[in-house]
Nanobody, 123 residues
Framework: QGQLVESGGGLVQDGGSLRLSCIASGRALNTEIMGWFRQAPGKEREFVVAVHWDGNRIWNTDSMKDRFTIFRDNAKNTMWLQMNSLKPEDTAVYYC????????????????WGQGTQVTVSS
């Protein structure tokens, strides 16, 4: 089995920053891509960003790429999402995911999911 554990969520003011972490274990380590999704209340799960295991290929969401940065350290089995200039509309549960499928922006391409971490941005 594979496991993903997120951390780093919390409450931040408009314009603030947060860094989310995701630690992978088991079979989740043997995946080609890792990514972040988010889901706000009453909305569908939304793709944020994904990175290939080599760390060099990244798939961004245009509306967030200037504020959100993804990076990973395979030696530490960890991926991070650095979020800057946060806005109230970024409030959501953020999920870490790992998988082998394509396209990277679709939830169905991922086999493993974390439990989610809440990010709340106050105005």
């Amino acid at each position: 089995q594979g496991q993903l554990v997120e951390s780093g969520g919390g409450l931040v003011q408009d314009g603030g920053s947060l860094r989310l972490s995701c630690i992978a274990s088991g079979r989740a380590l043997n995946t080609e891509i890792m990514g972040w999704f988010r889901q706000a209340p009453g909305k569908e799960r939304e793709f944020v960003v994904a990175v290939h295991w080599d760390g060099n290929r990244i798939w961004n969401t245009d509306s967030m790429k200037d504020r959100f940065t993804i990076f990973r350290d395979n030696a530490k089995n960890t991926m991070w999402l650095q979020m800057n200039s946060l806005k109230p509309e970024d409030t959501a549960v953020y999920y870490c995911a790992a998988g082998q499928g394509s396209p990277w922006s679709q939830p169905g391409s991922y086999d493993y999911w974390g439990q989610g971490t809440q990010v709340t941005v106050s105005s």
